[in-house]
Structure formats: C-alpha cells, structure tokens
C-alpha cells in the first residue's frame, strides 16, 4: 500500500432471580477487547479453576468479572467491577462458589452500561430450573427484541443484550430446554459465543457464522470450554477442538458430550481482528498462530510499504510481533526504542490533559539513546481516532527522532463493529474522515501507510480475499456486514449499509 509523506512538524450467595484498558488508551483510542468466557464441568473445585482461566482471558474484559457455581442443588455467584485478582483475592471468595460446574466472564461493556447489574454471568429462575449464560459478542436486534418482549410482559433486570436470551428461552413454548434454547437463538442476530449451566449439565455455543471464537478442552474427567486456546494452556488442560460455527455442545453431570447442529452448515465468517490485536499471541485460532499471523503481518507490510530508516520500532505490547516481522523482512534493525513499566496500574480519565499526559509517560517512556537522531518506522496495531498515535509520534519527536514512519498492522478502521467490540460511531474513526495523507497530516508522521486487506489475508494463511464470500468477518475495514443490523437500520438508512437481503434462514423444528 502506498505511504503517505509529510514533513516533520511541531506539534456470593445462592441466586434467585431477583459488568487493562490498553496501556495507551487514556482518550478511548483502542478498540476495547469484547469479552471473554470460561466454563468447567466435572472438576473439584470448578470456581478456581474457572478464576485462572479468566485470568489468562483477562485482555479481553477488564472492567469486570463474574463466577457463577452450581453444587448440585443451588446455583451460587459472586461479581464485581475491575480485575479478576481485585474481585476474586481471598479463599473466602471461593469457599462461596461451591461445586463441580461454573462459568465465568471478564467483561467491557459493549450493549448496555457498565453497572453491576450487567455483569455476568446473568442468572434467573426458569420454569425448568437455574439458568445462567455468560456471552461474548454482541446481539444486533436485540432492542427490537427487548421491546416486543416487554410489550408481552416481561420484566427486565439489566441493559445488557445478553438478557434478551434468557427471556427468549423463558417463553419459548419448546418441551424441553434444549429445543426452547434453540428457539431462543433461532430469533437473534448478531454475534455470540455462550456458555450456559442448568441442573442437567452446561451447554457451550457459537453464533452460525463463527464470529466470536470459543474452544473445548479436556483435563482428566473435567470438560472446559473458553473463549482462546491460552486460557487451557493456564490450567493444565489438552486442546479438543474448536466449537464449529451454529454449533451447541451439551455436557451432563456424567461426562457425556453431545453435539447438535440445528442451524445448518454456513460459510464460516470468524472475526479477523482476533488475529490482529483481540486474542493474546499465545494463542491459536483455527489451527493458526497468532504470534505467527501477526508476525507474518509485519512482513506483508514491509512488502508493501518500506521505509528508509535506521531502527523498527514496536508500540508495546500489541505492535512487538508485527514488528519483528518488518524488521526480519526489511533488513532494518529492531529495538525497543519505546520502554514499558509494567508495574503501572490501569488508566482512568484523568481531569485535565496534563493529567493525563502524566499518566502516559508514567506508562510508557522512550527511549532516547535508541531513539534520538535516528529515522525510525513506527510499527502498530491499529488506529482508531488518531489522538493515540499522535501522542506516540510527539514522543518519539520529542526523544529526538530525525523522521518517524508509522507502519500500521491492519488495514484502515473506517467502519463501526457490531459484533462485541466496542468501536466509536463512525464520523469518530479517523480513516472514515480523512484520507491517507491527512492521517499522516494528523498524527504528525513523515509517512503513514496500512497493510492492505489482502496482505491481511495473506498474512493469516489465505490466498486472499473471497470477494463474493470473504473467508472472514472484516466489515471494520471493509463496511460489508455478514449479517443483518435491525436495531442499527432501525436508526439510520440501511441503504447506506452493506447488508445481506436476508438474515441467516434456519428451520423452526425442535432438534429433537
């Protein structure tokens, strides 16, 4: 992809029915990570285990975390609001989760706000029993649901679209459980990977595209099921499988695994971004490294977009495989010319800009012996409203730097995400208000350029991109949205969005 130039310029109790920023993203400036779920069935004590997966899933929610338990007769929870280690730091806290069943959620809200109300696990009592759901993604008609439900009487106790689920299931008139989840998910769109528990057993499922990953692992007797490979590797646990796009796999107190297929076989659509910046490098989807796509993504961008300059350098921690993968391929020296403290807390919004200008440099610092005098290329994941990479550029201008070339590892964000992650409107995303040059303008930066989409492609291990049917959900740089959007048409006109004609057409029979 063609650079952009520019001079350099100045510049816990039994339930009854009765929610890390990025280092750099004091300004809102990174796309927020989803959520992640983790569930275990079959183990001693399931609510620790569950606890150390969410650690390990922790990148992707960070503003809150829920356990949900189940010992056979009751179903028990605790949340809170920050980390995993913040809510769940005493043995109390597990002694309170009793158990061979549970789930958990690391959470940043998307749908709905940030209170306690909407953390989740969300549990309620249903004709059948407990029921408790812990969902990633996003369900992109749940307000037209929400307001025909409560039109029929339902009463609401969140503003999370997870909730519309269980209100679905809750007056399905299916015989059985199953069949009155399936009817549930028969009627939402959008994007979802859940986890879900019932006095019979749990059930983990995907959306009918694959939008948001989830996959089943084995430890002993223990069946566990989360959101990345990296959160297995945490506990001990041997990879399965993945769970297949429309797939629900159910799991009795016994062990026994069955799996249903109710909504047909699509053309997958897995979200690409995961391989960009969501899951961490030390995962694996779909048979593919991370660390390896985002690696290989720095090679296609040194092929599409050199730079002569002195050193490569990576914004930590997102930017360091794309990074090294430029530096292998371009010959250019990398370094570490931006240091990172990890012994900082999370980033608030600070009062006042010095603040939070404070706060950045008490996160990150440059460093001034690799930095000044040289012509460095700027390697990161992404850019979103540009306030961020600005602030990188001032620093590496301000450590001394002769040029700064930004090199970015995705292709230009000029689209809104409505699958789970939390992206500004899109008069907000600066690709979408500016074109290459003014980017570069923007930020500062004596050139600016983007792996094209089918580098992209390339870098994750396709030839390229299926214009007819893309092999992956890249509607956040490409606008072509692989499902329908009925709250989103509902508030603008749909003709401005590239929407499939129909939605996803499954049959209506019960599984069984």
Not at 270 to 279: D, N
Not at 341 to 363: C, E, L, M, W
Request: proline content about 6%; hydrophobic content about 40%.
């Amino acid at each position: 992809m063609t650079a952009a130039s520019h001079s350099p310029q100045n510049a816990a109790a039994p339930l009854s029915a009765d929610h890390d920023a990025a280092p750099w993203d004091v300004d809102g400036d990174k796309l927020k990570e989803e959520c992640g779920i983790f569930g275990v069935i079959g183990a001693k004590e399931a609510s620790g285990m569950v606890a150390l997966g969410l650690h390990a899933l922790q990148h992707r929610g960070q503003e809150a975390v829920g356990i949900t338990s189940y010992d056979g007769q009751e179903f028990y929870s605790h949340r809170g609001q920050g980390h995993v280690a913040q809510v769940f730091n005493r043995a109390e806290d597990f002694a309170a989760l009793p158990g061979a069943m549970a789930s958990g959620h690391v959470r940043y809200s998307t749908t709905g706000g940030s209170g306690l109300r909407n953390v989740q696990p969300l549990f309620a009592d249903l004709a059948s029993g407990g029921f408790s759901i812990a969902h990633n993604g996003n369900i992109s008609n749940a307000m037209t649901l929400k307001r025909d439900l409560v039109i029929k009487g339902s009463i609401f106790q969140s503003t999370s679209d997870t909730e519309v689920i269980i209100h679905l299931v809750a007056t399905s008139r299916y015989p059985t459980l199953l069949d009155r989840f399936v009817d549930a998910l028969r009627m939402v769109e959008g994007a979802y990977s859940l986890i879900c528990m019932t006095p019979e057993g749990m059930i983990a499922c995907r959306d009918p595209l694959g939008i948001r990953p989830l996959v089943m692992g084995r430890l002993g007797q223990t069946i566990v099921f989360a959101s990345e490979t990296v959160a297995l590797d945490v506990i001990g646990a041997d990879f399965v499988r993945q769970i297949e796009p429309g797939e629900l796999v159910q799991v009795d107190h016994q062990g026994v695994v069955s799996s249903h297929r109710p909504f047909g076989s699509l053309p997958p659509r897995p979200c690409i971004f995961e391989h960009v910046y969501f899951s961490r490098p030390d995962s694996v989807l779909d048979g593919q490294s991370v660390y390896t796509s985002r690696k290989q993504i720095g090679i296609e961008l040194a092929k599409e977009a050199p730079a002569d300059a002195d050193i490569v350098v990576p914004v930590p921690d997102s930017g360091v495989p794309a990074a090294i993968g430029y530096a292998q391929q371009s010959g250019i020296p990398f370094e570490l010319g931006i240091i990172r403290s990890h012994y900082v807390g999370r980033t608030f919004i600070q009062p006042s800009d010095g603040a939070r200008n404070a706060d950045v440099k008490r996160k990150h610092n440059a460093n001034r012996a690799l930095v000044e005098g040289k012509r460095i290329v700027l390697i990161d994941d992404s850019i979103v409203r540009g306030t961020t990479s600005l602030k990188i550029v001032q620093m590496m201008r301000d450590a001394g730097a002769a040029e700064v070339h930004m090199r970015i590892a995705s292709p230009p964000t000029d689209h809104s995400c409505f699958y789970g992650v939390d992206t500004p409107e899109r008069n907000k995303l600066l690709a979408a208000r500016m074109d290459l040059q003014a980017m570069a303008d923007y930020i500062h930066a004596d050139s600016l350029a983007f792996v094209s989409i089918e580098g992209l492609y390339r870098a994750v291990g396709e030839p390229g991109r299926k214009a007819s049917c893309p092999q992956y959900c890249d509607a956040c740089f490409t606008g072509e949205y692989p499902t329908r959007l009925t709250d989103l048409a509902e508030r603008s006109d749909p003709a401005q969005l590239s929407l499939p004609v129909d939605r996803i057409a499954v049959d209506r029979e019960p599984i069984a």
